[in-house]
Nanobody, 119 residues
Framework: QVQLAESGGGLVQSGGSLRLTCAAS????????ITWYRQAPGKERELVAS???????NVVDSVKGRFTISRDFPNFTVYLQMNSLEPADTATYYC?????????????WGQGTQVAVSS
């Protein structure tokens, strides 16, 4: 099994920075991908960035140039560095791990960390 714990959220002024951490534990060797999502109040959850077991990462166009995703080896601790934050980035940020075992595709969500950006 895999467990996830997010941290690093908080309140920041527009233009500021935060670094979110998704610490994976348990059977981390099985993880294929960890993905960051966010959900703003009253909106659907949306994908922000993802990184695979080989370290290759991607961010969505709306945050490209401001957010970067990285990970530690050999542990699957994933970081989301968020710079030039805007009020539109206000949301609860979740990480999700994906892996495959003998039962097929498995996913695990973290509990979320809140990010609030004031104008």
């Amino acid at each position: 099994q895999v467990q996830l714990a997010e941290s690093g959220g908080g309140l920041v002024q527009s233009g500021g920075s935060l670094r979110l951490t998704c610490a994976a534990s348990g059977s981390t060797f099985q993880i294929d991908t960890i993905t960051w999502y966010r959900q703003a109040p009253g909106k659907e959850r949306e994908l922000v960035a993802s990184i695979s077991s080989d370290g290759s990462g991607n961010v969505v166009d709306s945050v490209k140039g401001r957010f970067t995703i990285s990970r530690d080896f050999p542990n699957f601790t994933v970081y989301l560095q968020m710079n030039s934050l805007e009020p539109a980035d206000t949301a609860t940020y979740y990480c999700r791990a994906k892996w495959y075992d003998n039962q097929g595709l498995r996913v695990k969500w973290g509990q979320g960390t809140q990010v609030a950006v004031s104008s």
